[in-house]
């Protein structure tokens, strides 16, 4: 392996972070230190060796900055300090040395596209001091006359009202999220010296919250109905000076530090111009293949409804004009969107699926992310009702709903919650098998998932055939072989609904991944296609097939080979 990784450095364009395989952390929901139900930063420093165990290279670290929390974090009332409930810099210190001394990389969440309402500069915005008085979108108006009727994305007018200052103010988020106005000099000037100070803490990059809202058109024009999304979201993502402000923003990125942007509404053109463009990012997290399974309106009834075909089409087009020309986050979950089991999985057969999906998505090009639980397979839980429900978006969302007439009650809108709900995702970790899943000794913030006696890390580590066993060899697999790390990407049977089978080539090596994504067996038949003297790497079955052409694969069923 050696002579083949010299070999192939005269060609490729290698950088750590290409190589690299993160876990993000949701900190309220890791593991808590002290009892009080909430996950801390000294309860990750006790979880660093599980970690080093797994094999990953880079912990993302969501939100842990002061922050009122009115969205978990994501609010920031104060960039350079760590929430009390979180424990302070000391803690984030040690944490950091802990990962560097296991030779992992430690990256920040960066969320500058608004801050709390709370911010110190927001205060002293709403009373119009000085240089501060510009520092976000204000509009005069009458007190119920908004400027425009753009809509927020976690649901309502995306303006509010304030009568210290007597106008409007602008959040594309929740109300208590005034968004920045980057058409300000100083406020760029403000974002940098954050990002410069957290630099000089020793972190090694950042993962940019939001950065396709940060352009606002001046003179707001009004939404346009025909237009996807909430109502005038096409003017505040993607706006005229996006690229500008992120080309600046790329000035005070150091050299060797990852930094991967997160945009919604972005597509594949969208990603790959945007990382091609300048040195503020190295990839892009871009959600066109999330979009598979979502339904156009909360109270559809197809929610889930997805075909393979169609989500192969959607990655294959990522890796031919993303990954390869450019690069792309690999990704099908996050503390946003619902666990992959149950999203695109089989919950029944949470094991196989697991591994199945897991196997597709670190053998494809690109960097995978990881969300905290996923290597064990962790599932959805369910909603008996909106006061069971923490996520600021859809209490938002199905709030207004309501408000409006457009649903009589929950149950209504039961199907889309239980589906997409962010609170999927922010569950507790599932560590042991007692009664608050080895989080807590409390009482959890969020309640735990009832099946976290049967799947948690501590059961998960004592078997040998687990998915957190599977995902480990996938890391060990991809971090030995550069072929799935800058191969080239070539998919077999788009068409079939039950394989997702595809090659990865570099220098003549060539590996062959064949996932049978289905609950039945199938047999894999491509046409003109040979895989002579295959060499089985890694599968997630007993007896795989040694020949895989023409063979009959289990249902979920997942193999690598070289050929």
Not at 354 to 381: D, K, S, V, W
């Amino acid at each position: 392996m050696t002579q083949q990784r010299q070999a192939q450095d005269s060609r490729i364009d290698r950088e750590w972070w290409k190589e690299a395989v993160v876990y993000q952390i949701y900190p309220r929901s890791f593991n808590d230190s002290d009892g009080d139900g909430v996950g801390d930063i000294p309860g990750i420093t006790d979880r660093v060796d599980y970690l080093d165990e797994l094999g990953v290279d880079v912990v993302w670290l969501s939100p842990v900055y002061d922050s009122p929390d009115h969205d978990n974090g994501y609010d920031i009332r104060d960039y350079r300090a760590i929430n009390d409930e979180f424990g302070d810099m000391a803690d984030w210190e040690r944490l950091r040395d802990e990962l560097h001394d296991r030779d992992m990389k430690l990256i920040m969440d960066l969320v500058v596209n608004h801050t709390s309402n709370e911010h110190e500069w927001f205060q002293r915005s709403r009373r119009g001091e000085g240089e501060y008085a510009d520092y976000y979108h204000w509009v005069e108006g009458e007190p119920d006359e908004p400027p425009n009727d753009w809509q927020s994305l976690f649901g309502g007018s995306a303006w509010s009202y304030d009568d210290e200052r007597e106008a409007w103010y602008l959040h594309v988020f929740n109300e208590n999220q005034p968004d920045l106005n980057w058409r300000n000099p100083e406020v760029r000037e403000a974002v940098k010296e954050i990002v410069t100070w957290w630099v000089d803490q020793g972190i090694d990059g950042f993962r940019m919250d939001a950065i396709s809202h940060l352009s606002k058109p001046e003179g707001y024009p009004a939404g346009d109905p025909d237009e996807p999304g909430p109502l005038g979201s096409e003017h505040y993502t993607f706006g005229p000076r996006l690229g500008e402000y992120l080309d600046e923003l790329g000035e005070v990125v150091p050299e060797g530090a990852m930094s991967a942007g997160e945009m919604g509404g972005a597509d594949a053109d969208d990603a790959r111009e945007f990382v091609r463009r300048g040195d503020c990012l190295d990839m892009v997290f871009h959600f066109d293949h999330l979009d598979v399974d979502q339904a156009d309106d909360w109270t559809d009834d197809n929610w889930g409804e997805w075909s393979l075909p169609e989500f192969k089409e959607l990655m294959t087009r990522n890796q031919r004009e993303v990954a390869e020309p450019a690069w792309d986050a690999l990704f099908l979950g996050n503390h946003d969107h619902p666990r992959i089991v149950s999203r695109f999985g089989d919950e029944s057969q949470r094991r196989r699926s697991a591994t199945c999906i897991a196997t597709f998505l670190l053998t494809m090009r690109g960097t995978p992310y990881l969300y905290q639980g996923q290597e064990l397979g962790m599932t959805n839980t369910e909603f008996e009702g909106l006061s069971a429900i923490d996520d600021a978006m859809t209490v938002g969302i199905v709030e207004d709903m309501l408000d409006a007439g457009a649903v009589d009650d929950f149950d209504d809108v039961r199907e889309a919650v239980n589906y997409r709900s962010r609170d999927h995702a922010r569950t507790p970790m599932q560590w042991t098998d007692d009664d608050g899943a080895g989080f807590t000794d409390g009482e959890p913030w969020l309640p735990v998932n009832d099946n976290h006696t049967e799947v948690n890390a501590a059961a998960a580590r004592d078997d040998d055939e687990s998915v957190f066993h599977h995902y480990r060899r996938l890391i060990d697999l991809r971090s030995e072989d550069p072929v799935f790390v800058y191969g080239d990407y070539e998919p077999l049977v788009p068409d079939d609904e039950q394989f997702y089978a595809f090659t990865r080539e570099l220098d003549g090596e060539r590996r062959l991944v064949v996932c049978n994504w289905s609950d039945e067996p199938a047999t894999f038949a491509p046409a003109d296609f040979t895989a002579d003297d295959a060499e089985l790497l890694l599968t997630n079955c007993d007896d795989a097939p040694t020949d895989p052409v023409g063979a009959t694969f289990r249902p979920f069923e997942a193999v690598v080979y070289a050929y």
